[in-house]
């Protein structure tokens, strides 16, 4: 007969498994970029790679803005010098007039001629700057809109808060010659300053998890995904799909294109030779508020798109490949619903005044953290609630702690988890893979200083749930 614990501890089992898979994953991504670091070919100079591009290969690079103000310009001028001989477009999308950096660019270049929605501002020889009105305020809209009216070879898409390496279209664009059938080169991203700890935490998954990732699927020639900036693309790319409505428009691009294929091509390349230098979030409350956006839109458009890869024709794994990429924003609130599930088996145990005391203390943490970390409070509730959830297994785990510490009795009556001190070794081990991941990448990538890396672990209980 399966009594509560059973079921407590079978579900804990499944949770143990799922997490285990993406354990096995982190272990083997190690592997591939400890491998790929030992076998890394010599960088071509830069005139091999310029010899491969013809003069007629105009490139065009769209820049879609929102108030971005004086850092603007920065952008523009990586994009503006460049160390490709062929010809540069640079299209500033702006929603209207209004934006500040309109006139912040108007301002540093002369005007060469001004239509109803485009304006043609003066630069360097080969090279053109364009400020163009879209009417519409968010990326995708500006972007698709723009996209109807390219005329290019070549396209590139660069967010208005990074700047580009000298080298960054000339790299990409040689490998889309030396790949045939390659639509888009996504190119690496790196932090341009990290000077708070939560940019720190910002650049672990954006510089350093996401490029072991690219660098462990190229080295075995699998697609990696657009991550909506710093990419190259053929402009028969967007022959079929445009961005859709969605949080996370180039991740629900990259999966709509590579599941759409009807051949098993390398679509999507990585240049881990060049790339962009990125800002990253300014304080915790826009940190926080990236990763909500980030998790909802990725999870959102997997979901979207999970029956389409239900009827592809992939292999079982390279369809595993998309489901662990697919499900990865789910794998802190897995975590979380285990310990819920560890530790309701200790919080049935006890005694009235306890169970009182560890759900208020719960609900008085929810509400502090929603108070310090949500900017908008449509969704108070549901954020209280799942905080709550978050914090409750949290306060009970203390609780046994204070009953030795005031050698109360009560103490010796509570029973442990089953088979708590095996699990519990699996899932130090679990918990230890992802920090180990990054300590390995950051040696590689060298990104960190050690000052860093020291705070980087000293946080890295708090970084793993968020």
């Known amino acids: 007969m399966f009594t509560f614990s059973h079921w407590l501890f079978y579900c804990a089992i499944l949770l143990l498994t799922f997490l285990s898979l993406y354990g096995f994953s982190f272990a083997f991504l190690i592997y591939a970029f400890v491998r790929q670091s030992k076998t890394d070919p010599k960088l071509k100079t830069k005139n091999s790679l310029n010899s491969k591009i013809r003069a007629n290969d105009t490139v065009t690079v769209l820049i879609p803005v929102h108030h971005e103000g004086e850092s603007l310009i920065d952008t523009v001028e990586t994009l503006l010098h460049q160390d490709l001989s062929a010809k540069i477009v640079v299209k500033v999308l702006v929603c209207d007039r209004s934006d500040c950096s309109y006139d912040v660019l108007k301002a540093k ?83 341009l300053s990290i000077n708070r700890i939560c940019q720190l935490w910002d650049s672990v998954q954006g510089h350093v998890g996401n490029e072991m990732l690219n660098s462990a699927l190229d080295l075995s020639n699998q697609n990696v995904m657009f991550t909506g900036t710093t990419c190259v693309f053929l402009k028969k790319a967007f022959s079929e799909f445009q961005f859709a409505d969605s949080l996370t428009e180039d991740t629900h691009f990259s999966y709509s294109l590579l599941l759409n294929s009807k051949q098993k091509l390398k679509l999507i390349a990585y240049d881990k030779d060049s790339g962009s230098f990125e800002q990253l979030a300014p304080d915790f409350k826009s940190y926080v508020s990236r990763r909500r956006r980030w998790s909802a839109g990725h999870s959102r458009a997997f979901f979207d798109h999970i029956w389409l890869l239900w009827k592809s024709p992939f292999s079982f794994l390279e369809k595993l490949k998309f489901v662990l990429h697919g499900l990865f924003y789910l794998l802190s609130p897995a975590v979380v619903l285990l310990l819920c599930l560890m530790q309701t088996h200790l919080l049935v145990q006890l005694p009235a005044d306890a169970f009182f005391v560890s759900v208020v203390l719960a609900l008085i943490a929810a509400f502090v953290l929603v108070l310090a970390l949500v900017r908008k409070y449509r969704n108070y509730f549901w954020d209280t609630l799942v905080t709550f959830c978050y914090c409750l297994p949290l306060v009970v785990a203390l609780v046994p702690f204070y009953y030795r510490y005031q050698n109360n009795e009560m103490y010796h009556y509570l029973i442990s988890f089953p088979y708590a001190r095996g699990l519990s070794y699996l899932q130090v081990i679990l918990m230890l893979l992802p920090l180990t991941l990054v300590l390995v990448g950051n040696r590689r990538l060298k990104i960190f200083r050690w000052v860093q890396v020291g705070h980087l672990i000293v946080t890295y209980p708090i970084f793993l749930f968020l």
Do not use: F, M
């Open 109 to 191: 270049y002369p005007t060469v001629s001004e239509g109803s929605n485009k304006t043609t501002l003066s630069c360097l020889d080969g090279r053109e700057l364009w400020l163009i009105e879209t009417g519409q305020k968010e990326k995708r809209l500006k972007l698709n809109s723009e996209l109807l009216n390219v005329d290019t070879k070549y396209i590139a898409i660069l967010d208005a808060d990074h700047c580009a390496s000298a080298d960054w279209l000339s790299s990409a664009i040689c490998k889309l010659k030396e790949q045939p059938g390659t639509l888009a080169v996504q190119s690496r991203r790196r932090p």
